[in-house]
């Protein structure tokens, strides 16, 4: 299988995905804040669990690996700011709700040996450990572990990267500016001072994230990001933001 034949495949198939969250923010006249969107089933593990029993699936039938969230270009997007930065290629990185884990296996395949992701959803994890198996990436750690209550050894990363799964945290019906605490209070935990945190979102704005995770961090830069015209006016379809933990 080749998976960056594959990613075009799904960039489409991500786009179409993306309008279940909701229409991206950022334009004059359009909604801002949490109010501006409500409680999905796409914030819940139930619906998780299924999403990716089935591209477990459609992966052992046909080697179909999935969505990749936000697109290939957005996996090129961080990784080119690692390799600018010079990031060291055995730097613990953390790939917070790793999915089907193609993230991982692009960060392995450009010389990062020191990788961990977590996910929730057990069958999250089979479909990567089955995909990064076949990859022949056999050093990349994987565990079933829920990050707003993370396992005890979870801890020491100079990396964290969250692709959606802020996202997916705010949509929760079940009290999500609680949920969305934990989450800062996790990353907190497990990334170490002055360690680097980079979030791509389609559902909240620079403005906002500035404002989640004002405490306990410093803002370093805005990554460039497709633009989306809605109305007669531009704005990013996604934003991803770099952040650094305070010593």
């Known amino acids: 299988m080749q998976l960056r034949a594959a990613a075009a495949q799904h960039s489409l198939r991500y786009s179409m995905v993306r309008l279940h969250f909701r229409v991206p923010r950022g334009f004059a006249g359009m909604g801002s804040g949490e109010d501006a969107f409500g409680p999905s089933v796409l914030g819940t593990k139930e619906h998780w669990d299924a999403a990716y029993e089935r591209e477990l699936q459609h992966f052992q039938e046909n080697g179909d690996i999935g969505e990749i969230w936000f697109g290939e270009e957005s996996m090129v997007r961080l990784i080119r700011w690692m390799k600018k930065q010079k990031i060291p290629l055995d730097s613990s990185v953390l790939d917070i709700g790793t999915g089907n884990g193609i993230l991982l296996v692009e960060l392995a395949k450009s010389g990062y040996t020191n990788l961990t992701g977590i996910d929730y959803s057990p069958s999250a994890i089979t479909l990567s450990e089955e995909i990064i198996e076949e990859q022949g990436l056999p050093n990349i750690k994987l565990q079933v572990n ?11 990363f100079q990396i964290c990267i969250d692709k959606g799964t802020f996202d997916a945290i705010s949509l929760n019906p079940d009290n999500a500016a609680v949920k969305r605490k934990q989450y800062v209070e996790s990353l907190c935990r497990v ?3 002055e360690g680097f945190f980079l979030i791509t979102s389609c559902n909240w704005t620079k403005e906002e994230l500035l404002n989640e995770f004002r405490e306990g961090f410093d803002f370093l830069e805005e990554l460039p990001t497709p633009k989306f015209c809605f109305g007669g006016k531009i704005g990013n379809s996604v934003t991803s933001l770099v952040f650094q933990r305070k010593k």
């Open 146 to 156: 829920d990050f707003l209550t993370p396992s005890a050894e979870l801890l020491g």
């Open 191 to 193: 990334l170490n001072p």
